[in-house]
């Protein structure tokens, strides 16, 4: 486990990151069931509000407990949640992590999720002292693997059978990693 802040909100020029409150719990209802999100996740299948809560509960706890660090991506102008992004998979001495996200449906196709996956990444190589930062992607996730080369992510290859879907299937992942100091988007500004 690592020391992860009580309390964090992030600021950027598109999205606030910011932690995840109860009344976020309808934001978790347009991607429970999608298979790319809750397959490696603990999304719940299908939206209650009870689940709902139980997964945000879950994720003040893995702050608290040091193994994630999950934050609510919304826009500067509205305080609804749109999505989730996260820093998990903390390798002992602190200095590695794994990125996760996903945005409800109808927030997609805007940039968001490269915005609140690049606000993360600088905090995490700048203020919290990362030194490696990784995406694990499954190969036919191409917005995901956009994602990660607009953040100058380098591709490493694939890593074969490395993560378990809660189906119990193991599936190859892509991996590349952003390090060192805070990357930008490259080209256009998301
Ligand atoms: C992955 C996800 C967060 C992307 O959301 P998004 O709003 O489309 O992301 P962005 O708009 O910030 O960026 C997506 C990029 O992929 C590109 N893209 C979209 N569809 C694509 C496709 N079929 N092929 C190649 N690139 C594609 C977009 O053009 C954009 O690139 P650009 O900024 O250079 O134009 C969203 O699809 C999602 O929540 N998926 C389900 C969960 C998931 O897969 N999470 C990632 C697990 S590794």
């Known amino acids: 486990m690592v020391p992860l802040p009580d309390e964090l909100r992030l600021e950027g020029d598109r999205v606030v990151l910011r932690d995840w409150r109860d ?8 991607v429970c069931g999608e298979w790319d999100v809750c397959a490696f996740s603990s999304v719940p299948w299908s939206y209650s509000e009870g689940a709902a809560l139980a997964w945000i509960d879950r994720q003040r706890r893995k702050r608290a407990a040091g193994t994630v660090l999950a934050l609510a991506i919304q826009t500067r102008e509205e305080e609804r949640a749109l999505g989730n992004v996260n820093l998990a998979s903390f390798s002992d001495d ?3 992590a794994a990125i996760g996200y996903w945005l409800a449906p109808a927030a997609r196709g805007r ?4 915005a609140a996956t690049a606000l993360l990444i600088d905090w995490g190589l700048g203020t919290f002292g990362l030194e490696r ?14 994602i990660a080369e607009r953040l100058g992510a380098i591709p490493e290859g694939i890593r ?4 378990r ?6 599936w190859d992942m892509a991996i590349w990693s952003v390090r060192g100091s805070p990357r930008r988007p490259t080209s256009s500004a998301p």
Do not use: K
Request: aromatic share 6%.
């Open 23 to 30: 009344e976020d719990a309808p934001a978790l209802a347009p």
């Open 94 to 96: 602190g200095r590695e």
């Open 111 to 114: 940039g968001l999720a490269t």
């Open 133 to 146: 930062v990784e995406f694990a992607i499954l190969p036919g996730n191409l917005p995901s693997q956009r």
């Open 160 to 163: 074969e059978g490395s993560h």
């Open 165 to 170: 879907a809660d189906d119990g299937r193991w």
